[in-house]
């Protein structure tokens, strides 16, 4: 047998909606299924990523839209692509539908960061966790609020939600693959067990 084409799942979602706890899980599930992974992260862990992450105080506008995506470029040609090439499940906690949500938040208009992320390669999958407002709210908090894309009221925590839903209509019209997922107050580990199915799906369509 040969090896199994890789491909980029990328989980979006609103704040404190699990999406890293998720991620690990369907890692975790993946493997056990015999499956090669890769569990990684945007901003990554790179210097130009931990610069970002660490720095959504300092850098504002265009300049921390700019910061994340080189880092996602970074990311993408020198942990991701080779991770795929080898047959790999990527499953990245956040990739393109956070910057289509959040930068127009903090003032750079969705059209700049579309021509931003041009060249990037999209996700093979995008799945979006769609939360209960208050118990995501409640959650960051608990959490720490560490960026101050962050907050506690659950207002604007459905709003984000709201953002994330016209999103992944936006990727779906751009030929994307991207499939809104309803968490409402269910368990990580029921959320990642349903993930996996859909993930196993689309790796059997694309065979």
């Known amino acids: 047998m040969g090896v199994r084409s890789g491909f980029v799942v990328a989980l979006?979602?609103?704040s404190g909606v699990g999406k890293s706890t998720v991620a690990r899980l369907v890692c975790d599930r993946l493997q056990r299924l015999g499956r090669q992974t890769l569990l990684t992260r945007t901003p990554s862990t790179s210097?130009?990523?931990?610069?970002a992450r660490g720095g959504t105080s300092d850098f504002r506008g265009l300049e921390l839209t700019l910061l994340v995506a080189a880092d996602r470029y970074h990311h993408?040609?020198?942990v991701v692509r080779p991770a795929i090439a080898h047959g790999?499940?990527?499953v990245c906690d956040r990739y393109l539908a956070s910057s289509l949500v959040l930068d127009p938040y903090d003032s750079v208009a969705l059209d700049q960061v579309r021509?931003?992320?041009k060249g990037l390669p999209p996700a093979g999958l995008t799945v979006v966790l769609l939360g209960d407002p208050e118990v995501c709210a409640a959650r960051a908090t608990a959490r720490g609020l560490y960026s101050r894309f962050h907050t506690p009221d659950s207002r604007a925590n459905d709003r984000e939600r709201?953002?994330?839903e016209a999103v992944v209509e936006d990727l779906r019209r751009s030929g994307c693959t991207a499939i809104a997922h309803e968490v409402g107050r269910a368990e990580a580990?029921?959320?990642a067990d349903d993930l996996v199915e859909l993930i196993l799906e689309?790796?059997?369509r694309g065979r």
Do not use: N, P
């Not at 210097?47 to 610069?51: F, N, Y």
């Open 202 to 204: 689309h790796e059997e």
């Open 189 to 191: 580990a029921a959320v």
């Open 47 to 51: 210097k130009i990523g931990t610069l």
């Open 162 to 164: 709201a953002a994330y």
């Open 88 to 90: 790999a499940i990527v």
């Open 76 to 78: 993408e040609r020198t």
């Open 12 to 14: 979006e979602g609103q």
């Open 115 to 117: 021509a931003i992320y």
